[in-house]
């Protein structure tokens, strides 16, 4: 496909109106070093989200309890839920089925082992540390540098499996089987799908249509690097092997994360990916024939090197907006941005929102979720290298304040 080039002006140039102020910033968490990503999800039950973190230097994972949201702007309870030298990635997901959720860590660096942390049954103990209880997956273990897992039912055996990737040299994509016993983790099977260089992202669509779930990733480093997707072979022994694989876009660059969403308003889901080395990729969907055309959206002058990016419809005019985070934004005028198009993709001309101001070396994958319970989408991230009161560590987990209902 012939990439199509959107030709974004820089910050301060003709056609571009840059908001000033940054959003309200709110730590969540800053107990350890290099928090690595969050994810999201109810573990007591409450109906509010809350949020779990692989801490890398730090080597913990934790979990942090939304305590409300008359105490959201304030450091929520939290607890280590397990030992994770080298932690790059982690999980929740109810992985036996008892009704508590659990938490799988994915452990790159000399590590090289996936971790399944056991969430205790009793709701009140959730912030007892003596109640999870660790184990390493034995199939995991030096298989290679793991980076990212999410729960999917891939066979409709035995309750939940898991698809998970890595890096590295030996590095693939594939997915561990769940045995009829979840909790007997040696009983757990490992089946690649395909080689990969550096896995950054797993999202799981039908991206064919034929009403399974298929694997898509973004990939940074080698052969196949780019924007992909693996098709689900559907139920039967075809499924422990190679999956067939679809290129989408992105050869040409290091990408980063990716996400899911109608960027353009015509009803069809688009794909965005961050790269670090230039534009961010916009994959636009066409529902019809289910083609995909690739534009770039240049990266706004004064910031770092892209590294997430999030549609959502933060302002809630009807159409979704773009955000992205960077890392290497050591200086620069920010490393959180969001922009708003108008035309696109037809035109260059957008507004650029500094999201966070000059804090923040290394942002990482950004979550939109209402965390204050007013009705918007705020923005749930994290970041691993801003020096805070003289000592690295980075700003930790984080929410940013959508203040675009009052003053944008």
């Known amino acids: 496909m012939t990439v199509v080039r959107i030709f974004a002006c820089l910050a301060l140039m003709a056609g571009v109106a840059l908001a000033s102020d940054p959003w309200p910033r709110h730590t969540i968490d800053d107990s350890s070093r290099g928090a690595d990503g969050v994810r999201l999800l109810d573990f007591n039950g409450d109906g509010l989200v809350d949020i779990v973190t692989g801490w890398e230097e730090g080597g ?130 490992w089946h690649a799908m395909d080689s990969v260089g550096w896995t950054m992202s797993i999202e799981l669509r039908d991206m064919d249509g034929d009403s399974d779930s298929d694997v898509l990733l973004s990939d940074r480093k080698k052969s196949q690097r780019g924007v992909r997707w693996l098709e689900n072979p559907g139920p039967g022994p075809e499924q422990t092997g190679p999956w067939k694989n679809h290129d989408l876009g992105g050869r040409d660059r290091e990408v ?44 706004p002058g004064g910031f770092g090197t892209g590294k997430g990016v999030a549609v959502g419809d933060l302002d809630q005019n009807g159409r979704a907006e773009l955000l992205f985070s960077c890392e290497r934004a050591d200086g620069s005028l920010s490393g959180l941005g969001r922009l708003v198009f108008a035309g696109f993709p037809q035109g260059p001309s957008y507004t650029l929102d500094n999201v966070s101001g000059p804090e923040g070396i290394k942002y990482d994958r950004l979550e939109l979720v209402d965390v204050d319970g007013d009705g918007d989408l705020d923005l749930c991230g994290c970041e691993e290298q801003q020096p805070v009161d003289g000592r690295p560590g980075g700003l930790g987990v984080f929410w940013y304040e959508n203040r675009l209902g009052t003053s944008w």
């Open 60 to 189: 913990v994972t934790r979990l942090c309890l939304h305590p409300g949201h008359e105490k959201a702007r304030f450091r929520w309870p939290a607890v280590n839920v397990g030992r994770t030298p080298d932690v790059e990635d982690a999980t929740p997901v109810d992985l036996d089925g008892d009704g508590a959720v659990d938490v799988v860590s994915c452990c790159e660096g000399d590590t090289k082992t996936v971790f399944v942390h056991w969430g205790p049954k009793d709701r009140d103990r959730i912030l007892d540390p003596e109640a999870w209880v660790s184990e390493p997956m034995p199939e995991s273990k030096e298989r290679m540098m793991w980076m990212f897992c999410v729960p999917m039912q891939v066979d409709g055996k035995h309750g939940v499996d898991l698809v998970a990737a890595g890096k590295g040299g030996r590095a693939a994509v594939g997915w561990f089987e769940a045995p009829e016993e979840p909790r007997n983790l040696a009983d757990w099977r």
């Open 256 to 299: 980063m994360f990716l996400a899911v969403g109608d960027l353009d308003g015509d009803g069809a889901e688009d794909i965005v990916c961050a790269a670090a080395d230039g534009p961010i990729l916009f994959l636009h969907r066409n529902d019809v024939d289910r083609s995909w055309t690739p534009y770039d959206i240049a990266m």
